[in-house]
């Protein structure tokens, strides 16, 4: 068994990954996937089939929907508290300029389509012998790097004390080789994430024939080493290392289905709309060619001698409609699914109507934005313990209103009508219209109070 070698389970989730992923890639990834989705002709014609490859229409819906659901998680900013050790990551939480928001619409999108992702937190480690003085000048400071489901190879764990303890994970990476000034080629490098006998952390890169680096101990701020792997895994279902559900799996098996029936309906609308001319005369052959040097056009403007006895006839067969009705009934099963950037909905729909309409992707989204809430939590708080600060102090938190909850004048005064009565609290009434955005998201109830007591005292 080689470093790369995968498990049971990742194989079987690998092929409806690729599916997804197709999906999600778009047009060009699907056609470029050839056979695995649209199988060649009997007997084979590769000219034929290069045709009917490219003539047929593949409609993104599953990206497209996991764009809008991403979209909807992100029409309010996530709620984002750090310590001072960690402030940086606010808007480089990688190294490479990237935020926290940024990284947030990348884990909920990657668990949304894929119900799997993954984020390793790492520090640089400095060289033996610096001063504290000298190191501080580095500046090294800890990153998260996310793993998408596919480069996740094997995952070992282990109960202890009734705790789930990560032992060993192999993570697939792509490394730039320069082969000459101006060319260069990816290959792949294997990052081992693994606990040692003594239950200390370390890392070590791989290629397919061993090791290419000696063990790495990754050490805390205080000089600690880790007692566990500081890997976080986000799922559909929840966020153990198991491999979840993809939720837009079935999604993208009935645009795939759709996009299949697209190539033959292409294909019968280009043999059927094109008609065929028959013709027939006493002439022979040589007569025939010499009537008619250029042969037969079709076509107004052109005439033709056929001779004695001569006639034509153009032979045009009705297109074939089976495939067109079955991409209409896939629509309509992918609008089910959730696919609700297929079709343009009403102007007149109400925000109600919309929230019915969808309810399965509601239910969808506040579970993947929940796991992946409390994913980069624990990401940035492990990242906290590498720089010394308190882990205590981080949140994330994604919002989870994805919908235009506003609310009316009337809705207003009958909350505070209820409230005068007794039936709900000022507390309710105040989150109410903060979800609502009459109230803004960061003004506390002590903020509204304080305001209240100035204006009674004239201040």
């Not at 000089?223 to 079935?250: A, C, H, L, T």
Request: aromatic residues 8%; charged residues 25%.
């Amino acid at each position: 068994m080689s470093v790369s070698t995968t498990t049971q389970a990742y194989d079987d989730a690998a092929e409806k990954w690729i599916d997804i992923r197709d999906c999600l890639d778009g047009e060009q990834a699907v056609k470029a996937a050839t056979t695995r989705y649209l199988p060649h002709f009997i007997p084979h014609d590769a000219d034929r089939y290069a045709q009917y490859v490219q003539r047929a229409s593949f409609v993104n819906v599953t990206g497209r929907t996991q764009e809008g659901l991403v979209g909807a998680i992100f029409r309010r900013d996530p709620e984002i508290e750090l310590p001072t050790e960690i402030e940086y990551m606010r808007d480089d939480y990688d190294g490479s300029g990237q935020s926290l928001k940024q990284l947030g619409k990348l884990v909920a999108g990657e668990t949304l389509a894929m119900g799997r992702n993954g984020m390793l937190i790492d520090h640089p480690v400095a060289e033996e012998g610096l001063s504290e003085e000298q190191t501080r000048l580095l500046d090294l400071r800890a990153t998260v790097a996310n793993y998408l489901a596919e480069d996740i190879l094997r995952v070992e764990s282990t109960a202890v004390g009734g705790k789930l303890v990560l032992t060993m994970i192999v993570l697939r990476e792509i490394e730039i080789v320069k082969t000459s000034k101006f060319n260069s080629l990816e290959e792949y490098r294997y990052r081992v994430l693994e606990l040692d006998e003594e239950g200390k952390y370390f890392q070590q890169m791989y290629d397919d024939s061993g090791p290419v680096t000696e063990p790495i101990y990754p050490r805390k701020k205080d000089g600690q080493f880790w007692d566990e792997i500081p890997f976080v895994f986000s799922g559909s279902k929840d966020n153990r290392p198991e491999i979840d559900k993809p939720p837009m799996y079935d999604l993208a098996r009935v645009n795939i289905s759709h996009y299949r029936n697209s190539a033959d309906y292409e294909e019968s609308l280009h043999i059927h709309g094109q008609g065929t001319l028959f013709v027939s005369s006493e002439l022979s052959v040589e007569q025939w060619r010499e009537a008619n040097p250029n042969g037969i056009l079709v076509g107004a403007r052109t005439g033709h001698f056929l001779g004695s006895n001569g006639s034509a006839t153009l032979l045009q067969l009705d297109a074939n409609t089976a495939a067109a009705v079955a991409m209409e009934h896939k629509e309509d099963v992918m609008r089910a699914l959730g696919a609700r950037l297929i079709s343009q909905k009403g102007g007149n729909q109400t925000a109600e109507a919309a929230r019915i309409d969808s309810s399965s992707e509601t239910s969808i989204l506040n579970n993947v934005v929940g796991n992946s809430s409390n994913a980069i939590q624990k990401a940035l708080q492990f990242a906290c313990e590498f720089m010394g600060g308190n882990p205590e102090e981080v949140k994330f938190s994604l919002n989870t209103s994805f919908f235009d909850d506003t609310m009316t004048a009337q809705d207003v005064m009958a909350m505070i009508t209820l409230e005068d009565r007794g039936t709900i609290a000022k507390k309710d009434t105040r989150s109410k219209l903060r979800s609502s955005g009459w109230i803004k998201k960061e003004r506390t109830d002590e903020d509204l109070d304080n305001d209240s007591i100035n204006r009674d005292i004239g201040i």
